[in-house]
């Protein structure tokens, strides 16, 4: 049964994000020998096209218009709403972002259609698309189809492998004249001031190095710094840690904060609160260290150190520059 999809790219810093192409990857299994459509807007959108045509898109619809350089809610629902009307997708999706959590579901409730989100696998079975996503903040997963209609999902970073980009493909481009006017846009972003951590996108990033409460201060997140520099990784924390003042709120991870999927998580100085292990429990691999041989932060971690992290983390930092020299 063959399935036209619609894939949202997002622009981020002058790139594609991966989630993107991983939902690139998504539209490949539910094709089935349909088309593959990408969508990119900003002025710079172009430029995208041969990087989503080599992870599967056989068209590209750009749209150049420069009110979608910084994403605004009004600027996008328009475009990608013009978009799905062009190319009637079987299927929509896009990334659990900020973005595509916001543009998703506005769409699909103006359309009267349902959105599955934060999805973590999708499949194709017995006609149907089978959804995989987490409930009970990540404690079990569900597995759903929609019966009938168009179906639109958002697709969780760092879940469903992007796939090795194939040059010797390339797709249709073609420019969208979206018309967005100046009066139909009610927010306008004059500057974007962007928190990160350590240059690194924590949703989508592949190791995290995190601290809690144990870290003790601002200064402290130094040692975990330096061990995610070495290892090319980002910096979280857990609420505790935010709450004292020894990091941002933009580090966050949990109920209330970012829900992350690296390959590695490590977690220093935190006792594993079921909030925090909301955000973090489907890491491929959790180390943890903490001095408490009770923390429950523990039963979650596949790797455990019953240390200091002061001693620890320049250790390990120490250990992964020589074997990464
Ligand atoms: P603590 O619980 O104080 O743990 C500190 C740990 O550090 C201890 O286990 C201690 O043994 C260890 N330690 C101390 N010194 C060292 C050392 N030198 N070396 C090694 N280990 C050391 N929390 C989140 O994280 N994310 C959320 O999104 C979130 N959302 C919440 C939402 C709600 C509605 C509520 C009620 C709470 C939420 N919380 C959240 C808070 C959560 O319940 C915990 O309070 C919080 O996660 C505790 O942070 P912590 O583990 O850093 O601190």
Same mark, same amino acid.
């Given at each position: 049964m063959s399935r036209n999809v619609l894939v949202l790219a997002e622009v981020r810093d002058g790139g594609l994000r991966n989630v993107s192409l991983e939902c690139l990857a998504a539209a490949r299994r539910v094709a089935e020998g349909g088309t593959i459509t990408a969508a990119v807007f900003g002025? %710079?959108?172009?430029?995208f096209a041969d990087t989503l045509a080599h992870h599967g898109a056989d068209k590209v619809v750009v749209a150049t218009?420069? %009110?979608?350089d910084q994403y605004t809610t009004d600027a996008y629902f328009q475009a990608f709403k013009q978009v799905i009307d062009k190319v009637h997708p079987d299927v929509i999706l896009t990334g659990h972002t900020a973005i595509g959590r916001d543009v998703s579901p506005r769409i699909a409730a103006r359309m009267g259609w349902g959105l599955i989100s934060d999805c973590t696998d999708v499949q194709p079975a017995d006609g149907r698309i089978i959804f995989t996503r987490p409930i009970y903040a990540g404690k079990a997963f569900v597995k759903k189809a929609v019966k009938e209609g168009t179906v639109f999902a958002t697709i969780r970073p760092n879940n469903i492998p992007a796939g090795e980009a194939d040059t010797s493909r390339s797709a249709q481009v073609e420019e969208l004249d979206v018309a967005i006017s100046a009066d139909s846009l009610r927010t306008i972003v004059k500057e974007v001031v962007r928190k990160t951590a350590g240059g690194v996108d924590l949703t989508e990033a592949r190791i995290i190095v995190s601290g809690g409460r144990g870290v003790k201060s601002a200064e402290g997140f130094k040692v975990l710094q330096e061990l995610a520099d070495v290892l090319g990784g980002a910096v979280g924390a857990s609420r505790g840690a935010c709450d004292a003042g020894y990091c941002d709120y933009s580090l966050q991870i949990g109920q209330t904060g970012k829900v992350v999927t690296p390959d590695l998580y490590i977690a220093c100085g935190?006792?594993?609160a079921i909030q925090h292990l909301a955000g973090m429990s489907n890491s491929k691999v959790i180390v943890a260290i903490n001095k408490d041989p009770e923390a429950n932060i523990f039963n979650v971690a596949d790797y455990g150190i019953v240390g200091d992290l002061f001693e620890v983390v320049p250790m390990l930092t120490e250990e992964f520059k020589k074997v990464l020299a």
């Open positions: 002025s %710079k959108a172009k430029e218009d420069e %009110k979608l935190i006792s594993g």
